[in-house]
């Protein structure tokens, strides 16, 4: 069984300052990461994925995120943040052998301030 | 092309009724997936449904059902609810099988309010 955990339930920051959201996961298989963000009253919206490859991934709205196979931590960026960034912002995790099932964290709530 | 659709938008029930929920995916996706989400277990997964068929179930007991039609549509059904079943469900749809090769597109969700 897979499982993820968000250091952080809350992170505020200003705005225009970089912030840095932190995921591990935990697997003993090979993973699929995710990086969703929810707006208030909104569904998930994916913003950036690992699949295989180049460990730097990007993602829309400047975001990026680093998978670490070492560390088994796979931690969301972005360099310059904007008020509209304010969101709860979900790191998941995935499988070969678990189709479309995501295994989600506990969300890291991401506040802008002016 | 519209998005994920799902309906009602909010409920509210008493306990040990029961509810259906419905989603609507993108025209020409197969797969249906369905979460529960709560401020004390997060976002967990409850069942998906591809062509018809439960590909994959997660830990919720057997008053959580869920169906799909030949359309794709789904629906999730919750019998004898209890307070605890509050929560916030979301559907999402995906063209294929697998989460490696097809985005998965969230709805907005039903909010379920058990009094």
């Known amino acids: 069984a897979q499982s993820v955990t968000q250091l952080d339930s809350q992170v505020p920051v200003f705005e225009e300052a970089p912030v840095e959201l932190r995921c591990n996961y935990s697997s003993s298989v090979s993973v699929y990461l995710f990086w969703y963000v929810q707006y208030p009253n909104q569904g998930l919206q994916l913003l950036l994925k690992?699949?295989?490859?180049?460990?730097l991934v990007k993602g829309i709205n400047g975001f990026e995120a680093e998978f670490n196979k070492s560390q088994t931590s796979f931690h969301l960026r972005k360099p310059s943040v904007h008020i509209s960034d304010t969101a709860e912002y979900f790191c998941a995790v995935s499988t070969q052998a678990a189709g479309n099932k995501l295994t989600f964290g506990g969300g890291t709530r991401v506040l802008v301030k002016p | 092309k519209a998005g994920v659709t799902q309906t009602p938008r909010y409920l509210i029930k008493t306990r040990g009724q029961q509810v259906t929920l419905s989603c609507s995916p993108i025209s020409g996706h197969r797969s249906v997936s369905w979460y529960q989400q709560t401020p004390g277990q997060g976002l967990q997964f409850l069942f998906e449904?591809?062509?018809?068929?439960?590909?994959n179930k997660g830990n919720f007991p057997g008053r959580f059902s869920g169906r799909q039609f030949s359309n794709s549509r789904s629906e999730m059904n919750v019998s004898t609810l209890e307070l605890g079943d509050s929560a916030l469900y979301l559907c999402?749809?995906?063209?294929?099988?697998?989460?490696?090769?097809?985005?998965?597109?969230f709805g907005p969700g039903t909010r379920l309010t058990v009094l």
């Open positions: 690992y699949l295989s490859g180049s460990t």
């Open positions: 999402a749809s995906s063209l294929g099988e697998n989460s490696f090769y097809n985005e998965q597109f």
């Open positions: 449904y591809f062509s018809e068929t439960q590909r």
